[in-house]
């Protein structure tokens, strides 16, 4: 497999190339800024981009996708309730196949309705739902800390060692595991479903 981290963008977003180095198929996940850059890399390590997969539908992750489309016929896959422009729609536990990689597609709202997590093997894209140190934003239209409660406890069922990738460079590295987070990420403390929807709603 061929995996790559890119750092994109104004906002401190991460893009990501998932190559499979047989079929030489790829996807690009996030790809909203510096598409050239992208799409030079993809060249370069010999892929040809067949998606683009979106963790969820906000403007700083989805801005490239009519673009890296037209360049490549790249079909973008989403969430089925994401409102953008899509020629695969996914639920949670559908397989989205990259030439012999298994990608796995969890349903993780909270920051939004529409976020999905990605997981393969040994790694997870968590987009905007968890940060290294932290989780995703609940106080934006079409939010919900109680969703975010429970979709943050579905990723802690995976085990410690799972390889975690944000959808932004907020933490003090790049990446981390979950064994990493659920020791030291102050979000993910044992709080009741209530007691961490007043924590997401104090300043």
Same mark, same amino acid.
Request: charged letters at 25%.
């Given at each position: 497999?061929?995996?790559?981290?890119?750092?994109?963008?104004?906002?401190?977003?991460?893009?990501?190339?998932?190559?499979?180095?047989?079929?030489?198929?790829?996807?690009?996940?996030?790809?909203?800024?510096?598409?050239?850059?992208?799409?030079?890399?993809?060249?370069?390590?010999?892929?040809?981009?067949?998606?683009?997969?979106?963790?969820?539908?906000?403007?700083?992750?989805?801005?490239?996708? $009519?673009? #890296?489309?037209?360049?490549? @016929?790249?079909?973008?896959? =989403?969430?089925? +309730? &994401?409102?953008?422009?899509?020629?695969?729609?996914?639920?949670?536990?559908?397989?989205?196949?990259?030439?012999?990689?298994?990608?796995?597609?969890?349903?993780?709202?909270?920051?939004?309705?529409?976020?999905?997590?990605?997981?393969?093997?040994?790694?997870?894209?968590?987009?905007?739902?968890?940060?290294?140190?932290?989780?995703?934003?609940?106080?934006?239209?079409?939010?919900?800390?109680?969703?975010?409660?429970?979709?943050?406890?579905?990723?802690?069922?995976?085990? $410690?060692? #799972?390889?975690?990738?944000? @959808?932004?460079?907020?933490? =003090?590295?790049? +990446? &981390?595991?979950?064994?990493?987070?659920?020791?030291?990420?102050?979000?993910?403390?044992?709080?009741?479903?209530?007691?961490?929807?007043?924590?997401?709603?104090?300043?």
């Amino acid at each position: 497999m061929i995996f790559k981290q890119v750092p994109v963008g104004t906002f401190q977003n991460f893009s990501y190339i998932i190559g499979d180095e047989d079929t030489k198929t790829a996807a690009l996940v996030d790809p909203a800024w510096e598409v050239d850059r992208l799409l030079q890399m993809c060249s370069q390590l010999g892929l040809k981009v067949s998606y683009v997969i979106n963790t969820h539908s906000h403007h700083d992750h989805v801005g490239g996708n $009519d673009e #890296v489309s037209r360049r490549t @016929g790249a079909k973008v896959i =989403a969430h089925t +309730s &994401s409102p953008v422009r899509k020629d695969i729609e996914v639920k949670d536990g559908d397989t989205i196949k990259i030439g012999g990689i298994n990608v796995m597609v969890i349903h993780t709202p909270g920051h939004c309705n529409d976020h999905i997590c990605l997981l393969f093997e040994g790694k997870i894209l968590t987009g905007d739902t968890l940060f290294v140190g932290e989780c995703g934003r609940t106080d934006l239209a079409g939010s919900s800390p109680g969703d975010m409660f429970e979709s943050l406890n579905k990723l802690l069922k995976l085990q $410690d060692d #799972v390889e975690v990738y944000p @959808g932004h460079d907020y933490g =003090a590295k790049k +990446s &981390s595991t979950i064994g990493y987070e659920r020791k030291n990420n102050y979000t993910l403390k044992k709080r009741t479903r209530e007691e961490f929807i007043q924590f997401m709603k104090e300043p």
